[in-house]
Structure formats: C-alpha cells, structure tokens
C-alpha cells in the first residue's frame, strides 16, 4: 500500500515537471508571461471600467473587485478546458505502464492550481503592496475557496476530457456553452443586488458560488446572501465523480483509437 | 512470476470485431527466457503489452510479482518536442532512479554526443532506438520485454547492445518476440508458439522453431 502510494507520488511528481515544461517552453520568459498575462487583463477591464467613471460596486477598489472576479472565473477556466485535450496530449505515456490516463490528468490539474496560485499571490501582494486593497480579512475562507475552484475546475475538466474523447466537435460545443460564463457568474457585479427573478435562475450556476465565496473570504463584509457553500460542495464532488466514472468507463474505447 | 489467468481480449473496430484471446491461460515460469512466436498479426505485441500492462484486457487476470519493463522495441514513450536528455531524465523519474546516473549511462551507451540536448524529432530513428535501448538497459527490471529489437543500429552498436543484454541476463530474465530465429536461439530456452488457432508451450527452442517453420508452411 504504501509503496502503491509512493510509486504514485513519483510518477505524479515526474509529470508535473514534464508538463510544466511541455506548457512554459524553456525560456524564463515563458513563466514570466504565464503570470503577466492574467494580471493584464484584469488591468485592461480596470482601465477601461475606470475611463469610463464606473464606481466599483463593492468596496472602494475596482481591481480589486474586478479581479476577484476574473481570476476567480479564469482560472477555473483554465482548469476545465485545459484538461479537456489532456487525453490526446499524453497518448505516448501510455508507453509505461507506471503511468495511467488519470495521473495526467492530476498531474495537469497541480500544475495549472500551482501556476494561478501564484499568479493570485503577486496580483493580490502587489494591489496590497501599493495600497489599492487591503489585505484579505478571511484567509482561511480564501483557502477554502482557492481549493473549491481547484475542485470544480477538475471535476468538469475531467468531464470534458472525457465528452471530448467519445465526441471530437464537444471542444466546439463547450467553448459556445460556458462563453456566458462572464456575465453570468457575477464579475462584474454584486449577485446579491439582482432582483429575486434573475437570482432564482442564476444561483445555479457553480461559477457564481465560487466567486461569491473567494469575496466572502477576501472583504470584511461582503455579506452574500446568495452563497450556498454546500450546493457548490456538492457540486462539484457530483462533477467529479461523475468524470471519473466516465474516465473509467470510456478507458478501453480510447485504447482501442 | 506472471500468470495470465483466463484473459480474453477483443479488438472492435468499425463493428469489425477480432478475437485476439480467449480465456487464456498461461504461467510464465521464473528463471526462463521465453520467445514469442508466431504469424503476423496473431497478437504477439498485444501479448507483450498485456504482460506489461500497458493495455488491459478485456476479460481475466494478469498477475506478476516481479518488477516488469515497459514493452522494448520501439520510441513510442518519447515527446518530439522534448530532448533526448529531458526525456531520459522523466522516464528515470517514473521508474525512482537516480537520475543523474541513468544520463551518464545512456549517454556513454547510446553515443549520441551532443544530440541529446536537441529534440528527438530531429532523430533518425536509428538515433531514437540507440536511445529507448539505452533507457531500457539502464533500469534494472527483472523481466524485460522485448519486441524485435535486438536489430538496431551499426554492427558496432549492435554488439555493444548484445552484451548489454547478456549482462542483463545474469540476473533478469526476458520475454521477447522476434522473427529471428537467430536471435531467438541466442536468448530464450523455450517459447510459445501464437497462431490463430491458439498458444502453444514448448520447453526447448528447437521444438519451438520447428512448430513455428511447419505453422509458416
């Protein structure tokens, strides 16, 4: 048992380093513009947003409201759709024996969690650092929340890996189905300020719960009342279950391509 | 110690179905080098990979207690986009070994000098077998599978891998499809024979060769 678990560890750990590789090329530059990028199109809808005079609906600044938003929606983003073309990706590996379908998808999953970790990490630091925010009022909250994202953005990735390897045009499909995302999911406003109509079918969407908490976790008083901490929970442990099985399910098929 | 206990694999592909095995039942004696023979398209490969448990069967069981090799023979474990030595380095990661010594190794082995810091996709493919053989002689398994590889490279490489191979011999034991019969009589002391019709056991070479000549007639 424990050496099944070591043995997992080296190969997950093994494919990190691989796929880190294989995503940011061999150059400095190519972290360096992971990170950036991200940051930079916060910066752009701040600019925007603010040539135009808009007050930030909650708290007095608008990167960071803004940013709890897009990099929240981002990097579960990243997460879903990145993993979708992992099976195809990584097709080679299969090569030894050591190393099954699932492990390339974990391992892709740390990877993309441990690169928005710190991209999260230097927008925050340097909004607090030049005094545009204050810090994070409830960082276990915040914690939680990261670790939440990091959950549902898998689970539907793994979904979507999964959807992908049974039908080729589900990366076309996908890409159309969560294109709302943006305006529905409360970047750019407070989903606790909707009218009660528009809440009743919007408090569906998981991705809204998500950004809902990660503000909860970083203001002194967001007060959402649209949080639904377990219902994102649930969520996203269904997803994942379900991609898993799916996985399970789909493995001979894909041996056989 | 690898047993394959009622193992059943069928490959469909555009509703044509083809039976490779059914209710297979073998064990592979420890302490025996073991040819696979038999026509092409009998299911020698998939054989290997079953064993190797890169593939899984569709029904039954495989067990080994030894510590087996990925299936030898071909580069298909390599990333183009990666060089030799990032390559190396990885497979060596997976298998826990000590890494620095797994380069030295394969470097001295595979005599590709400087190409290992460019990508494998500007390989021949001689280059690239130089080095999946090298890789594979530098972790110690104590089977290693072999899939018609032994005739790879120049003369001088050729015999570089064969004493690598016997060395090896002294304390692992192979599996090894080939055509060869050459090579099969170098390595193995007994085989199974794969026709459509089914597997047979033979306990020396000489019995297994002449089954395979008499199956190709």
């Not at chain 1, 927008?123 to 009022?137: D, E, N, R, W």
């Not at chain 1, 079918?201 to 203001?219: A, C, D, K, S």
């Not at chain 2, 064969?162 to 050459?182: C, G, N, T």
Request: aromatic share 12%; glycine share 8%.
């Amino acid at each position: 048992m424990r050496s099944l678990l070591t043995l997992q560890l080296r190969v997950i750990g093994a494919l990190v380093l691989r796929e880190t590789r294989a995503t940011f090329g061999t150059s400095q530059l190519g972290y360096l513009w992971a990170i950036v990028t991200p940051a930079l199109g916060v910066a752009v809808f701040v600019l925007v947003f603010g040539a135009a005079g808009r007050r930030p609906p909650f708290g007095s600044s608008l990167a960071l409201f803004f940013a709890t938003g897009l990099l929240t929606l981002e990097f579960y983003k990243k997460l879903s759709t990145s993993l979708m073309t992992t099976f195809n990706a990584n097709k080679a590996l299969l090569t030894y024996p050591c190393i099954k379908e699932t492990d390339t998808l974990f391992s892709r999953s740390l990877l993309i969690s441990a690169t928005y970790l710190v991209i999260m990490l230097v927008f925050y630091g340097t909004l607090v650092l030049f005094q545009k925010a204050s810090p994070p009022h409830h960082p276990d909250q915040l914690i939680v929340a990261f670790f939440m994202i990091c959950l549902l953005g898998t689970g539907v990735g793994i979904v979507n890996a999964v959807m992908l390897s049974i039908w080729e045009s589900w990366s076309y499909v996908e890409s159309i189905l969560t294109r709302p995302l943006i305006i529905i999911s409360g970047v750019f406003y407070i989903p606790s300020s909707l009218p009660p109509a528009a809440l009743n079918v919007l408090q569906w969407n998981p991705v809204l719960h998500l950004i809902e908490w990660f503000r909860t976790g970083y203001y002194s008083n967001y007060n959402s009342t649209v949080l639904n901490k377990e219902y994102l929970f649930l969520f996203a442990l269904l997803i994942l279950l379900i991609g898993l099985i799916g996985e399970r399910l789909t493995r001979k098929r894909r041996a056989g391509q | 110690m690898i047993e394959l206990i009622n193992v059943s694999k069928v490959y469909s592909l555009k509703g044509i179905r083809k039976v490779i095995f059914e209710n297979l039942n073998f064990r592979f004696e420890q302490g025996r080098n073991i040819a696979i023979m038999g026509p092409n398209g009998a299911g020698k490969s998939t054989l290997l990979r079953l064993i190797a448990g890169t593939e899984q069967a569709d029904r039954g069981r495989i067990s080994r207690n030894v510590c087996v090799s990925w299936p030898l023979g071909f580069a298909g474990g390599f990333n183009g986009s990666m060089t030799g030595l990032e390559n190396v380095r990885f497979v060596s990661r997976i298998y826990g070994q000590d890494t620095e010594w797994v380069i030295d190794y394969v470097e001295e082995f595979s005599e590709l000098g400087k190409s290992m810091r460019l990508p494998i996709k500007t390989y021949s493919s001689g280059m690239k077998a130089r080095l999946a053989f090298g890789l594979s002689m530098a972790i110690d398994f104590d089977c290693y599978l072999i899939d018609e590889i032994t005739a790879v490279g120049d003369a001088n490489f050729r015999r570089k891998s064969k004493q690598a191979l016997e060395q090896k011999l002294d304390h692992s034991r192979i599996i090894m499809v080939s055509h060869s019969q050459e090579t099969i009589k170098s390595y193995c002391d007994c085989g199974l024979l794969l026709t459509h019709e089914g597997l047979t056991y033979h306990d020396d070479v000489e019995s297994l060769l002449r089954a395979y000549n008499e199956s190709c007639a």
